[in-house]
């Protein structure tokens, strides 16, 4: 028996020291299960092998508080050399829910996703009496990150710093839409991680000036760089052929500048980049060349180059950029990925051919951008010209005719991206196409399509697949010696040559709602959005973003194994967020893991909305908080 515990204790303390690992949740909890094991501290022999999940059954109306909520009622174990397994309880740790005063790391505080001009004013709601700074109820990408040396005060432990970045506010005091009309803030979060531990607490909170930037428009999902940068994005680009009647556009303009018709349609709907300095603050530049595009998250591969790039819009395409240098996207290579369609079933695959668009700077698009109208560029109709110089292109769900003016072929590559890759023959016919991410052991990059809809099952751009409406996620071969369309070498050997849905990971459509009112299968991944993928655990993380689920859920699919295994459940009507796996910082793995706009009501929660609508705002700020934080784990004591 003593041998036993000999044994259990030495994994344990292995697992307490190496990457990777879940942090835990406080000192006393690690003591406690040392002193179940014997409390010897015996240098630790075994090595991790594995680890996995086990999974949570869907919160019902039986225990109503845990729809309201987020709820998490897995485990994780890791397997080890020795044979044993140590077990973890998982739960989730919140920095803050947004509205919430926290450490400005002067002594003072700042409001948590509230938002700023550009000129760092805080934007005041005044649509009644009750005047605020507006605040986000949308978190989303994340990125943890840890520097060589830091400066902020106040740190016990180790400092990290976790990048935050917020997609827009769903609505103003008064009760109006707010979506996509102010300016998107970035805040830099300065954690202390307690090294025996791994627990992270909020130290300071700083918001990003973004000015440098004009602002930023829509960031959804985020990614960090091989180098240690923040990789944001700018979704739903706004259509610069019609921003005159855009009124949208024009309150984004004037709580940013103060002016309706200050912004520039072509500023926006490109790549952010965030670099953290050792003081906990950080600066903000935008990157032009990687396409005009509605950006979720990026995935740069491990030759620090190439870029694979989600596309959240109704006929929008899969992108690659291939930049000149390493650890450095402000000049490169443009692709559009041409789909030849193999099978139409259980989402359709195919293989992949890509055509260039073009090779540019930064710089020099910004110059365009600047100074160019869409008029400049091209012609645009809605309906037919009966002119045979203009070409019929599928376009945010109808079609447009255009031609290109003489000489602006460049301009129109990377400021009119969607139009200009459907003229050239790229595979317009995506809908939904969110995060991106990578398995490099294996080279295959995922890619999640949250909703097949019209585009994919008409043949826009060569796409004609049956289904399922509630998406999947994709599992794209990747491979060196590749040409592009026009028999050119492609400087990559990370180029996806083939894409195809995951079985697993395919949604599964209900005929009819079930009793809860779920339209698809509540045991199977939907409506995938962000995915992010850990080596050392080789194991796939995948966010929900709903229409067609009661609540949303974190999923693990474990690679190997295919072991499909739901983690956590974010509140009703909230979209899962911020999704980051960590493998290793200071020798502990994360879960990174936000959610917004709870209690974001749709007709599939017809069944539970009057049930759940006063536990939602009881607990997030009448709706207009969320939460930004963590999965963390608890030692568990039956092993």
């Not at 000015?211 to 999902?221: F, H």
């Not at 110089?389 to 969607?418: C, D, Q, R, V």
């Amino acid at each position: 028996m003593t041998e036993q515990l000999d044994s259990s204790r030495r994994s344990l303390l292995k697992f307490l020291s190496s990457a990777p690992l879940l942090p835990l949740a406080g000192g006393s909890a690690t003591a406690a299960l040392l002193s179940a094991c014997g409390g010897d501290t015996a240098a630790p022999t075994a090595q991790l092998m594995s680890v996995s999940f086990s999974g949570m059954a869907a919160p019902t109306l039986a225990d109503a508080p845990k729809m309201a909520t987020t709820a998490v009622a897995s485990a994780m174990q890791a397997l080890y050399s020795d044979g044993k397994t140590v077990p973890y309880n998982l739960a989730y740790q919140t920095f803050f829910i947004t509205g919430a005063q926290v450490p400005n790391g002067s002594g003072g505080t700042i409001l948590a996703g509230g938002y700023y001009d550009i000129n760092n004013k805080p934007i005041v709601d005044k649509t009644d009496a009750n005047s605020r700074q507006f605040f986000s109820d949308c978190p989303d990408g994340t990125s943890l990150l840890k520097l060589a040396s830091t400066t902020v005060s106040g740190i016990k432990g180790n400092a990290v710093f976790a990048v935050v970045q917020f997609e827009y506010a769903t609505r103003n005091v008064k009760g109006d839409s707010m979506y996509g009309m102010l300016p998107s803030p970035i805040a830099i979060l300065t954690l202390d991680q307690d090294k025996a531990t791994g627990a992270l607490s909020l130290v300071k909170y700083h918001n990003v000036d973004t000015s440098p930037a004009n602002g930023l428009w829509i960031t959804c999902g985020a990614s960090r760089s091989p180098w240690n940068t923040h990789l944001s994005s700018e979704e739903y680009e706004p259509d610069a052929t019609t921003i005159e009647k855009n009124t949208q556009f024009a309150n984004f303009s004037t709580n940013l500048y103060g002016d309706a018709t200050k912004a520039n349609p072509y500023h926006y709907g490109h790549l952010p980049e965030i670099t953290v300095n050792a003081d906990g603050t950080g600066s903000c530049k935008k990157h032009y060349c990687l396409g005009r595009i509605s950006h979720e998250l990026v995935q740069v591969m491990p030759d620090e180059r190439t870029t694979l790039m989600g596309d959240d819009a109704t006929n929008g395409g899969l992108f690659m950029f291939i930049a000149d240098k390493a650890q450095d996207l402000s000049s490169g290579t443009l692709y559009v990925a041409k789909w030849n369609q193999k099978t139409t079933d259980n989402g359709g695959s195919a293989t992949l051919t890509w055509i260039k668009l073009g090779s540019a700077t930064s710089a020099e698009i910004k110059a365009l951008a600047d100074k160019l109208k869409a008029a400049d560029i091209m012609e645009v109709k809605t309906s037919d010209p009966s002119d045979a110089s203009f070409t019929k292109i599928p376009f945010s769900g109808t079609y447009n005719w255009i031609k290109i003016k003489p000489g602006m072929e460049k301009a129109a590559a990377f400021l009119e991206t969607h139009r200009y890759a459907a003229l050239m023959g790229g595979s317009m016919g995506f809908t939904k196409m969110e995060g991106t991410t990578v398995n490099a052991k294996d080279k295959i990059a995922y890619s999640a399509i949250a909703a097949i809809g019209s585009a994919m099952t008409n043949g826009s751009g060569g796409i004609a697949i049956k289904g399922p409406a509630a998406g999947a996620v994709y599992a794209l071969n990747m491979k060196g010696g590749q040409i592009d369309t026009k028999g050119t070498a492609i400087s990559s050997e990370w180029v996806p040559v083939d894409m195809g849905a995951v079985p697993a990971l395919l949604s599964e459509d209900l005929a009819t709602p079930d009793a809860l009112g779920n339209k698809a299968n509540a045991d199977k991944v939907a409506n995938p959005d962000n995915i992010k993928f850990s080596e050392k655990l080789r194991t796939l993380f995948i966010g929900e973003d709903s229409s067609t689920h009661v609540n949303n859920f974190l999923w693990a699919y474990n690679v190997d194994t295919k072991a499909l295994t739901r983690i956590m459940s974010t509140p009703s009507g909230a979209e899962s967020t911020g999704l980051h796996a960590v493998d290793d910082i200071n020798g502990f793995a994360y879960i990174m893991s936000n959610f917004q706009h709870p209690g974001d009501w749709e007709s599939v929660h017809s069944k539970v909305q009057a049930t759940l609508d006063p536990l939602i705002r009881a607990n997030y700020r009448d709706r207009y908080g969320a939460a930004v934080g963590y999965i963390t784990g608890f030692p568990a004591l039956s092993f």
